[in-house]
């Protein structure tokens, strides 16, 4: 049985604090899950939001600072992994090497679609440009992955009008019919269902892992869970669930720094 670790949407773009992502890489480091699954999102791209397009909100939005700000954030949150391996290269002792995924979400999905629609663009802009692919197994949106008997993807959508499932967490485990996990929605939601042959299906919605809000939810929307998951015992699509907040990730490593620090100055 294998332990996996959920990454929810992160959102990353130019402006927000992003400082989470060391928490979580440093958590990785501690934790050591065999698989870690980046749900998607992980860069907001708001350059290319057709939502926001000739709103004032627009104003000063760049593609090549949206690429920038996802880059650095991903190096943040890689970070601890690499500086660990490098200190057991040095030792000589096996390297930590978990099994990455990355499923693309909708606001990666923007730079497809916008090449899509200018074919002008096709040489200058792609997902090539996130450099998901130097760390991850990167899968296509939507493209469904299956690990350890748990389907992974940004979100799954009603085949005849392509739009997300949402509503109870009951109701999409009996439609979807199978163990999944999806990020696309924020807060968490999560249930189980018991078949008639033994067998548990599993629901799991998580799709927020940021500190900053959302404008376009508006003041009573933002209030939601924010952090990661784990999962341990995972097997033919069952496993035991842990939340990780981002307050607890807080705590424990800005805690940890103040307490570095206060002992080097004494």
């Known amino acids: 049985m294998r332990v996996h670790m959920i990454i929810p949407d992160c959102q990353v773009k130019h402006g927000v604090p992003t400082h989470h992502l060391e928490w979580i890489g440093k958590y990785i480091v501690e934790y050591k899950p065999d698989v870690i699954v980046n749900i998607g999102d992980f860069a907001d791209m708001p350059s290319l939001s057709s939502y926001d397009k000739g709103k004032k909100c627009f104003e000063g939005r760049r593609y090549n600072l949206d690429i920038l700000s996802a880059k650095e954030g991903m190096a943040k949150l890689l970070k601890p992994i690499k500086d660990h391996n490098k200190n057991l290269a040095k030792t000589k002792h096996k390297q930590y090497k978990p099994e990455m995924h990355m499923t693309l979400g909708n606001h990666e999905h923007r730079i497809t679609r916008a090449v899509e629609c200018d074919a002008i663009l096709e040489d200058m802009m792609g997902i090539s440009n996130l450099q998901y692919d130097k760390d991850w197994i ?11 008997g748990v389907t992974y993807a940004h979100y799954f959508y009603n085949p005849m009008n392509g739009r997300p499932y949402g509503g109870m967490i009951e109701s999409m485990i009996k439609t979807i019919g199978f163990t999944f996990t999806m990020g696309h929605q924020q807060g968490l939601r999560q249930g189980m269902r018991t078949l008639n042959n033994g067998k548990m299906i599993r629901g799991l919605v998580a799709g927020s892992c940021y500190l900053h ?54």
Request: with cysteine.
């Open 138 to 148: 990167v899968h296509e949106f939507l493209d469904p992955v299956t690990i350890d």
């Open 213 to 266: 809000e959302e404008n376009y939810i508006g003041y009573q929307g933002n209030e939601h869970w924010q952090g990661i998951i784990i999962k341990h015992e995972v097997e033919d699509g069952n496993y035991c669930i842990m939340e990780i907040s981002l307050d607890f990730l807080c705590r424990k490593y800005e805690q940890m720094r103040l307490s570095k620090f206060m002992e080097a100055i004494k």
